[in-house]
């Protein structure tokens, strides 16, 4: 939990209090089952995956897990250790190759591969210019693993250029998304019948939701977890983890930045 | 980089240009040597750490080195993987045993340890429930290893709790700093002459930067890496990450929230 100390002893306390408050008290029925069961988390990493597009939510995610059983699985080709850094890739078809290895490498560890996931109720996506590495090595080992996971999952969730890997999977078809707003281009003629969102922070369909670039996952995160378990315990952890969302869906000046209000 | 794509060849043509205009368009001299050089940056883990302490700033370092030379280690006791997951502690002295090994644990790789970590330029300390089961450990492995590179960095910066892991190094004495605000009472007694503040997303200091909780970091690193090498690229990579930065060091309304406007 957020770095708290003898505030722990007040927050237990609220917690005890809560607990037994909170379940009587206007909490939907899928909030309340959620809060009663373990729920099976998998983080989706690949090589040039972006950093904040995994720890902006997963942070919130482990913050929750402090007040609801979840588990977590980082899914990855192989298991052991996933950098940031980018792999060599193109920027586009007809362009230089790009040799990111200059960059630093922050690495992540993968628990399970494509193969050895277990199941999961919540399947999360990121972006990154690793899915461009992908994409040119025609590696569909990622939308293979949405699709083969899409109907065990509750929700998807996908942050920045993750959305254009859900929309290569078939699995935004006929449902509206958004993506990173400085990649946009990305989203031409991918999918088929997706109503791109040019402003949106992020976008929710029925079980699949989609955030703009990077930092707009914690907000797209903050909305899903209170959508989820109910506000209580995650207000009391957004102030612990001393963020201040944006809680506007249509909230985008980086639409605006990066000239993409207009398609 | 940031999950870009085909405006890549945009940005690197504007980089090009960028590069030229900015060295001699009102930069500093430690801005233009720290653009020259390879910039060595140390980010302290432990098990216990926590995640976006560490992943916030990192995701603008890992950025910024799309522009400017630099190495990352990642360090800790040991190389190889390590846990945010809270190990076994204490609330308090006379707390009862906490244990957390239900919380999910994302594990991140430290590439190297205290003894092994190479010269650095910058050290980054994050905070976390695992800096409390250390003291309580009687482990100043933390602490040691500031003291021990204090004279060789050009700036120490903390997240979060990390603050009072540098006033138990000695490093704050005489220097004004903050930490985490629902964590305030653990600044009570620590360091010399350490002047608290209670109401601030961030304290700059001569070489010692200290922020409030969590994703404060992000608002402190933005900050820091505009002062490090002049805002363009910094500004920039900003706007592709897509957060919309806090820029005034005395906004702190979780202070208010904690209740510790008045220490």
Redesign the interface.
Known sequence: ?????????KT?GAILVAAQVVSSQGLTDAQKAHASKTIS?GYILFPGF???????P??L??ST??YY????A?ISHEVG?IT?R?PPHR??SA?PP?D?S????????A?HTFATAPKLDLLLVP???G??ALAQANDTSVEDFIVSRFNETEYILSV??GAITLARSGILDGRRATS????W??TNGVGNNVTWVPSARWVENDKVWTS?????G?DMMYAFLKMYYGEEHINTLM??????P?TDASWD??SV??NVSFQ
């Open positions: 939990m957020v770095c708290l100390a003898m505030s722990w002893v237990l988390v972006e950093p904040l597009d995994v720890f902006g997963l942070e995610i482990f897990s402090f059983n979840m588990t977590l980082t250790p940031a980018p920027m586009d362009g790009m990111l200059y960059m630093i490498n922050p690495q992540v560890i628990t972006g990154g210019t899915n461009l920045c250029t990173n707003k400085g990649a281009v990305e703009s670039g990077v930092a707009a914690m102030n612990a983890v001393e963020y201040a944006h000046p980086f930045v990066h």
